[in-house]
């Protein structure tokens, strides 16, 4: 291992420093480093480290040290390693292969029996290690999911999510975070292909949720930001069932719509989040021409806007004078009132509802 690294330092000089400082981890058994600084070389440069020079740092280095390094930075890199390959079935036998022969097929039994007789130091480092490996093993089945979507397997990525959702809850633990975003990631590329805008727009708040501001670059790629930013906008403006953007529009994420071809949307969640109609209007009549998802919901969107408007007036009034006169129902300029009025208390109920259990 430590000849590989000298191997790579002669044969990209430019890249010397980065090869230097895993070589100096290595050679002093800086296990814990070194799981940071492989992870850390990896995630700072995808440039470099992608095609054969990832999987070459897996197959050469990271695989033969494995036992030493952190689980769930192992892993990571597995994954990395996996989508450095081009051909689909080719990553999903990659995959398959090292998952089976670095993590074992029974370690959420392992980690449930090493939990219960952890009453020593090694039963207590057993059970760690057999936490981690079913961790482990969830995330690999999680990218075999993504994997199976992308190359067009629709059923067969429905029945690995459902079968990572029984092990997550099953776990005889607290899952690390990670865990969780990759499996909302998953579920939301899921829905995205094959569900509707709610489902996406639930499972993209979840992911984002559960995924670090700096993760969310997808391999360093910028564009794929503004790609997921501008469909969870679209997936909340045309989905039937949500009428609350005010956690949307806290996440930094929605910054990334600004001087882009999107920027109209951030204003858009802006004005549904306000119930501002007249603001709507405006920016509905700039960009419907443009954009099809508006002309395509335009119905729809005037309803909705509606609805929003009525919300935020029931919202506005002080705590002991919940009673909404009809002359200030009257200025949202709508029809069939008494409908409208059903609607808003509906989406004001559900809205309270799930603020309180996210509590």
């Known amino acids: 291992m430590a000849d590989w690294l000298q191997i790579q330092r002669t044969t990209f000089p430019d890249k010397a420093a980065v090869f230097e400082k895993l070589a100096a981890s290595f050679n002093k058994k800086l296990w814990y480093q070194l799981s940071v600084d492989v992870l850390q070389a990896v995630q700072d440069d995808h440039a470099f480290f992608s095609g054969r020079v990832l999987v070459g740092l897996w197959s050469d280095f990271v695989l033969k ?10 892993v990571r890199l597995l994954i990395a390693a996996t989508r450095a390959h081009d051909d689909n079935a080719a990553a999903i036998a990659f995959l398959t292969q090292h998952r089976d022969s670095v993590f074992a097929d029974d370690t959420v039994e392992k980690a449930e029996e090493a939990k219960s007789s952890s009453r020593n130091v090694k039963a207590i480092k057993t059970a760690n290690t057999a936490m981690e490996d079913a961790q482990a093993r969830i995330m690999c089945d999680l990218e075999l999911a993504t994997l199976k979507l992308k190359g067009g397997d629709s059923s067969g990525a429905g029945d690995q999510l459902d079968e990572c959702k029984v092990a997550m809850d099953e776990f005889p633990g607290v899952l690390h975070t990670a865990i969780h975003s990759s499996f909302y990631r998953t579920n939301m590329e899921f829905q995205r292909a094959h569900g509707t805008a709610n489902g996406f727009f639930e499972n993209a708040l979840m992911f984002l949720a559960y995924t670090p501001k700096e ?51 951030a204003d858009m969640m802006a004005t549904f989040h306000h119930g501002d109609i007249d603001t709507f209007h405006k920016i509905f009549k700039q960009h419907a021409s443009q954009q099809a998802v508006l002309s395509k919901n335009e119905a729809f969107l005037e309803r909705k806007i509606r609805i929003m408007s009525l919300m935020e007036i029931a919202f506005q009034r002080p705590s002991d004078e919940r009673t909404v006169p009809f002359a200030d129902i009257a200025k949202v300029r709508i029809t069939q009132i008494v409908l409208f009025v059903l609607c808003a208390a509906v989406h004001i109920i559900r809205s309270i509802t799930n603020h309180l259990i996210n509590q």
């Open 65 to 74: 040290c494995q036992d030493k390094l952190k689980r769930l930075d192992v």
């Open 215 to 265: 993760e969310l670059g997808f391999e360093g790629d910028e564009k794929e930001q503004v790609r997921l930013a501008s469909d969870i906008g679209l997936a909340a403006l045309t989905g039937d069932n949500v009428y609350n953007f005010g956690e949307l529009l806290q996440h930094p994420i929605v910054e990334v719509l600004r001087d882009t071809e999107y920027e109209w949307l």
